[in-house]
């Protein structure tokens, strides 16, 4: 179904409150990008209509997004959600529409792919997920979906990551499966 492109823009409001939730994030979290400047960052995401859509998404649902890496290459600004605990609005999903499908009862109401998707997003990948975990610890109470690879979704299983007892696990599920505490987290290029 295709979304109106009107339906992906800011107001002036909302984009003045966000940009300003991303300074003060990105200027309170230094660690996690040094040697990048914010005035750099903000004129990307000035230049970025679609991309400050997707951001706003991001923080809309809890995530707390944030400047993780810069790629010299293509020049964009990456962002994770750097929430403490995954996502709080993105949480009891299974990992993707075909395991959403599958369920014949008690369906949660999205999946994990179908969100990140609908949102502009990736998923974060098992590296990536790992790389988040050397800027903070995240998820010491919930578990965020991971990109599982092809192999294991035919199997029909899928992979998701926490962080528990100092250390970061990777574990498998079947992907229909959902749980409280269980969501994702996403990755944008900006």
């Not at 400050?52 to 964009?76: A, F, Q, Y």
């Not at 009891?92 to 395991?99: I, L, N, Q």
């Not at 990551?161 to 269980?182: P, Q």
């Amino acid at each position: 179904m295709a979304r109106n492109v009107k339906s992906r823009e800011l107001s002036l409001e909302q984009r003045k409150g966000l940009l300003g939730a991303l300074k003060a994030r990105f200027e309170n979290n230094m660690g996690r990008h040094e040697g990048l400047e914010w005035t750099q960052v903000q004129a990307r995401l000035e230049a970025s209509a679609e991309k400050l859509w997707s951001l706003n998404e991001m923080e809309r649902t809890g995530g707390e997004p944030d400047v993780v890496g810069h790629d010299k290459k293509t020049g964009e600004y990456i962002f994770y959600d750097c929430s403490a605990e995954s996502p709080k609005d993105r949480r009891s999903v299974c990992y993707d529409r075909e395991a959403l499908e599958s369920r014949k009862e008690h369906k949660p109401s999205n999946s994990a792919i179908g969100m990140a998707e609908g949102m502009g997003l990736e998923v974060l990948t098992e590296e990536q997920y790992r790389e988040l975990q050397k800027l903070g610890n995240f998820d010491t109470k919930t578990s965020s979906w991971v990109k599982t690879p092809s192999d294991i979704r035919k199997l029909g299983g899928a992979l998701f990551c926490d962080r528990r007892y100092d250390s970061v696990f990777l574990y498998h599920n079947g992907a229909e499966s959902y749980y409280a505490a269980r969501g994702f987290r996403g990755l944008l290029k900006v």
